[in-house]
């Protein structure tokens, strides 16, 4: 069982900066298909940014030169920052990892972009 707790959702106004962290219960240090996600009301889920075979990351064209995903393998920790919010940015966000052919998600937190 492995276990992702996000943290650092909230409001915030157009423009503004904010960084999502992902704890993970286990070492990350061998997990090479990680990232994040986000569901807007009424939408589906949808890729923001994710780790794939390890050092490859892909990001949704949406919010590429915004966003940024890194890894802190000594910390088991996953983060997104996201520069430049947009409203349309507003969603709740997932942090997700595969670990043996078994997808885990985080509970979610919530992303606010309003003025």
């Known amino acids: 069982q492995v276990q992702l707790v996000e943290s650092g959702g909230g409001l915030v106004q157009p423009g503004g900066s904010l960084r999502l962290s992902c704890a993970v219960s286990r070492s990350i240090f061998s997990i090479n298909d990680m990232g994040w996600y986000r569901q807007a009301p009424g939408k589906q889920r949808e890729l923001v940014a994710r780790?794939?075979?390890?050092?490859?990351?892909k990001y949704a064209d949406s919010v590429k030169g915004r966003f940024t995903i890194s890894r802190d393998n000594a910390k088991n920790t996953v983060y997104l920052q996201m520069n430049t919010l947009k409203p349309e940015d507003t969603a709740v966000y997932y942090c997700?990892?595969?670990?043996?052919?078994?997808?885990?998600w985080g509970q979610g937190t919530q992303v606010t972009v309003s003025s």
């Open positions: 997700a990892a595969e670990v043996t052919g078994w997808t885990y």
């Open positions: 780790f794939i075979s390890g050092a490859t990351i």
